[in-house]
């Protein structure tokens, strides 16, 4: 069962439990990190980036408050496209890690800027196919590039971060090949917004939103840029 659905009949028969409560307080990062020293500018109107770092609900939940960020959808990517479905990604057999894919105007916000919210506030990257209280190897931490820069890019910067030991673990996240992105069933977009008071998204994922605006007022954006 996903842990998601099983932490909702959790929180609707039990009281809270104390290490859920502690989990909650350290899966906000709340880390200002170096800037990406290799981040060359695109002069391109539009680009896009696929990464993965667990539940796509609150990836997406984070980036749709950035700004220069034009659309995020939540889906699949690392796998084939007839596996993309959410109860078989849940089976841990198809390869698929839960992603967004994230379109931006590169003059307001570069590639490197958004790997740096993404390893500081957005997921824990020294989780090996798991993100707190989720796990296997579709909640894994991974970057799909969409060009040979994109890659240099996020090779560059995790041996970067892990040179200046910016966390106390070495970084998980793989730079994997892209084979595809495939969104989400409808009922997981803009599922954050749609449901803030849904037991996960209270306790996993907003405050991943509220770190954003805290450490990184620059890139926040008031009104999150949604699907629907």
């Not at 590039?145 to 970084?171: C, E, M, N, V, W």
Request: charged share 15%; glycine share 8%.
């Amino acid at each position: 069962m996903k842990f998601r659905t099983a932490l909702l009949i959790a929180v609707l028969t039990a009281p809270l439990t104390a290490g859920l409560i502690a989990y909650c307080a350290a899966a906000d990062l709340d880390k200002p990190i170096p800037a990406a020293a290799n981040d060359p500018a695109n002069v391109a109107p539009s680009e896009v980036a696929v990464l993965a770092g667990g539940c796509f609900w609150g990836q997406q939940g984070v980036f749709e408050h950035v700004k220069g960020v034009t659309k995020v959808v939540a889906g699949y990517s690392g796998g084939a496209a007839k596996t993309a479905i959410y109860e078989m990604v849940g089976t841990e057999t198809t390869g698929h890690a839960e992603s967004i894919q994230v379109t931006f105007n590169p003059k307001v916000i570069s590639y490197g800027r958004l790997l740096q919210i993404f390893f500081s506030v957005s997921h824990d990257p020294t989780e090996v196919n798991r993100q707190g209280p989720d796990e296997g190897t579709s909640y894994r931490t991974a970057i799909f590039p969409q060009s040979p820069g994109q890659a240099a890019t996020a090779k560059a910067y995790i041996a970067q971060l892990d040179a200046a030991h910016a966390f106390a673990r070495p970084i998980a996240t793989k730079v994997e090949p892209f084979k595809g992105f495939f969104p989400a069933e409808g009922y997981h977009q803009d599922f954050l917004v749609h449901n803030p008071d849904y037991p996960y998204i209270v306790f996993n994922d907003l405050p991943k939103v509220a770190a954003l605006k805290r450490v990184w007022p620059q890139y926040w954006a008031d009104k999150p840029v949604l699907l629907k």
